[in-house]
């Protein structure tokens, strides 16, 4: 009777013993590479100015009327007008200049044939060394009115050339500010000149990066 009631027993515990052992841990699924050395492109991104070399800002040097200005686009040589002012109290003031100096001139050498003619009478004592010296006198006096005609004359031709806006190189015109008809002060915005071509871009990069940009570095500007 002892032996039929041991073996169920037994049996019961064993079976139990299998149900509450744990599952066992699912490894993880490792996949390896080989790190090889390759080169590669960085880019670095700033911001910076573009100029162009031969940029010229034409500006009225004296106050006026403008009677002609180019238009935009037009292809302009190197020192051709590209703006002009009334210009007709200069041109007046230049061709009184130039009479005065043309006048001053003939005074001058008449002065000196005088003073040329009269010399060998001194030699011979037919005139005195006092009218020799006065004949000196109005040469230097001729002399110096002369020399006072040409610099009103340059002041005249100066004054005339400066209604006269021209092109300091060969290019196009870029902006045209006014129009004929317009009035302008000194310091008026008038024209503004550039020469096609290359650019200038400077732009600046961080500290970090300064020892890796060389002359010759490649770069991409986007405008």
Known sequence: MRRRLVAPALLLVLTCGRADEPEPPAWPVVETLVVQPSPFEERLTTLGTVELPDDAMLSAEVGGTVTMVLREGATVAAGQVVAQLDARAEQSAAAAA????????????QAEDALQRQAPLLRDTIISPLEFRRLEAERAQARAR??????QQREAQDRLEQTRL??????RVERAFVRAGE??????????VVRPGAVEVTAGVP?????????????????
């Open 98 to 109: 130039e009479a005065a100096v043309l006048e001053a001139r003939a005074l001058a050498d």
């Open 146 to 151: 002369l020399l006072q005609a040409e610099a």
């Open 183 to 192: 009035q302008v002060t000194p310091g008026t915005e008038v024209a503004r």
């Open 166 to 171: 021209r092109a300091p190189f060969a290019g």
């Open 207 to 223: 500290e970090r990066y300064a020892g890796r940009v060389q002359p010759g570095s490649a770069a991409t500007v986007d405008f």
